[in-house]
């Protein structure tokens, strides 16, 4: 029985296969999935239904079975639109359950456009595709090393 929260099984299992440096994406509900993906990387669908579950809930549940070096979000280019909201308020939950999940990792964004070639890489081995719908919510992971 494991101790830890994730008890999805498709995901434990690409997660226990990852290793140090391998990048997973927990994306919102607008993301496209099918198509903004590394060529090694999975999908999981867990978008039920607009609004369940959520990035933050997935990131709880992935921080409490993996290590983690880097937390990456997708930034908003200075010309959009949304720009001028300041940061999207999901951001303030993400640190929140960095914080809860003990991890002194910060947030730190990538411009769109950079975020979708991150994820192209061929270290990016999982998309858990959400039903988020608050704006600007895709987590891009950053797998670290397991330490005595």
Not at 113 to 138: K, M, S
Not at 141 to 146: A, P, S, V
Request: charged share 15%; proline share 8%.
């Amino acid at each position: 029985m494991l101790k830890h929260r994730l008890i999805h099984p498709a995901i434990s299992d690409v997660l226990a296969r990852a290793g140090h440096h391998a990048v997973v994406l927990i994306a919102d509900g607008n993301y496209p999935a099918s198509t903004k993906k590394g060529v090694n990387a999975q999908v999981v669908c867990l978008n039920l239904m607009p609004g369940c579950v959520t990035v933050a809930q997935v990131l709880a549940a992935v921080l409490s079975a993996v290590p983690v070096d880097a937390v990456n979000t997708m930034g908003i280019p200075p010309d959009d639109p949304y720009a001028r909201s300041g940061e999207p308020p999901v951001w303030a939950e993400f640190r929140g359950v960095l914080q809860a999940a003990g991890s002194s990792v910060p947030l730190a964004p990538i411009l769109k456009w950079d975020f979708y070639r991150a994820v192209e890489c061929p270290d990016h081995v999982l998309t858990i595709q959400t039903g988020d719908q608050a704006l600007w919510a895709n987590v891009l992971l950053t797998i670290g090393c397991r330490t005595a």
